[in-house]
């Protein structure tokens, strides 16, 4: 009973520290939405974090990307063959590249490489007093520091998975005709014929969603750092994780809304 | 003038400060003593506005900063300046950058005249010729004297210091020391200190007051503090490990262990 009661006890103790987090992480966003048109403007910020986000994060989601068509045509080819429809790897590829695969691991990389890095930067300055330091040279923490996060990577991703798919589809395209032996024409031909515009914006508006989930909740875990290096560590940690399972949950909601 | 009536804070179930009341007299520095941990910090980050008190009034030329909402708190905040234990410079900008911050914010003047002002303030605290240096290129006592730069930039009415000379070795201390003593008389600037250097204390206050169990129990002139009567703050500025305050906090350790 004790045992159970401990666990019971420890599970809600978690719950409930997540009701807490979802809450001021909307709290922040109302904030960002509330301050991201007053002055003094933010711009010049902005535009460094989309070279932040945008620029530097560009080389780890083309590779991934890449291998991620690529192997996606392997295994839908070997698959495919058992019942004759290697002709559809060029469809399958396109439409799951577009709607799902470059979106969300572009925003699992992202998670990785930017959440991580806004927590690990805001957690410093928290720690340091640098945020305090802020606010007393009359200056809103959240407005100098999330605006231009939160702006940046909302902007930012979709044109990063604009990319992703572009190099994704060639991944597929090069597995399939060099090692595959598929017919590129037949092949470019059916990419395209079952692809559809809504498929390509719907996976932009979910990375745009992404880019905006992974910059609130890695702020937000950098500004609640407490406790030194090994608190802005833990922020990192949770920043990373809280931000990649946001990225698949609001993916699987999303998908059932749009389509 | 600020003055503080029954201010209290607490974190959780901890009391830190517990009705405290200090008056702080314009262009004169008052000097927060208290051991470590006892909320001088949290007093201080109470009257900037970085900490929302439980109750209590904060009155900073007659008018409470506890009643303000947040835009009023921001055209507050201008009075004043303040000195981070560590300095808190930003580290991602250059030296320069980090005394102007604020001037550019508030575009308080045109961008050739920053700089001047940014060489002006700078050489008030000493230094010239490292507004290119990043800070992790400076020691501790350079870090402090720029942040006091960047706390004097925007020509504030009131600075608060936070422990200004720890960490710092016993001459950078006291030059320390001057530049608060020769800002107070140049600027005219009303300050509060907060320390545990009592050599510092006696050095630049002008009032001393004892910050013990979340209440001020004693202010006066550092001489009278030298030569007080009150028990626990004559342990204090003597620094003896035997006295009234540790004997409550073994009374305290030998009930926690029973």
Known sequence: MNGVARVAELLGERVYAMVLDLGAIFTLFLQVVSLVVRPPSEIRNIVKQMEEVGVRSMPVVLVTATFTGMVLALQSYSGFQRFGATSFVGSVVALSITRELGPVFAGLMVSGRVGASMAAELGTMKVTEQIDALVTLATNPVKYLVVPRVVAATLVLPILVVFADLVGILGGYFVSVYLMGANPYVYIAKTYQYLEFKDIYTGLIKASVFGMLIALISCHHGFVAEGGAEGVGRATTRAVVASSMMVLISDYFMTSFMF | ?258
């Open chain 2, 1 to 258: 003038m600020i003055a503080i009536r029954g201010l209290s804070k607490r974190f959780g179930k901890k009391v830190v400060l517990d009705g405290l009341d200090l008056t702080v007299p314009k262009g004169k520095n008052t000097v927060v003593i208290g051991g470590s941990g006892t909320g001088k910090s949290v007093l201080i980050k109470c009257v900037v506005g970085l900490l929302r008190p439980e109750a209590g009034e904060i009155r900073i030329d007659g008018q409470d900063i506890l009643r303000m909402d947040e835009r009023e708190l921001v055209s507050a905040r201008r009075k004043f300046g303040m000195l981070f234990q560590a300095s808190a410079l930003f580290d991602s900008m250059d030296v320069g950058e980090n005394v102007a911050f604020v001037l550019r914010r508030l575009k308080m003047y045109t961008e050739g005249h920053i700089r001047e002002v940014v060489e002006e303030k700078l050489s008030m605290v000493g230094l010239r010729d490292i507004q290119r240096l990043m800070p992790a290129e400076l020691s501790g006592g350079m870090k402090k004297r720029v942040g006091l730069a960047r706390a004097i930039a925007s020509e504030p009415d009131i600075l608060l210091y936070d422990e200004p000379t720890t960490g710092l070795d016993p001459i950078m201390a006291d030059v320390i020391n001057d530049l608060i003593i020769s800002l107070r008389e140049t600027l005219g600037v009303t300050s509060i200190t907060i320390t545990h250097d009592m050599a510092s204390a006696y050095k630049i206050a002008d009032q001393i007051a004892m910050l013990y169990k979340g209440k001020i129990v004693e202010v006066g002139t550092p001489d009278q503090i030298r030569t007080t009567s009150n028990p626990v703050v004559a342990q204090f500025v003597q620094g003896r490990a035997r006295g009234p305050i540790t004997d409550e906090s073994e009374e305290f350790v030998r009930f926690v262990s029973r």
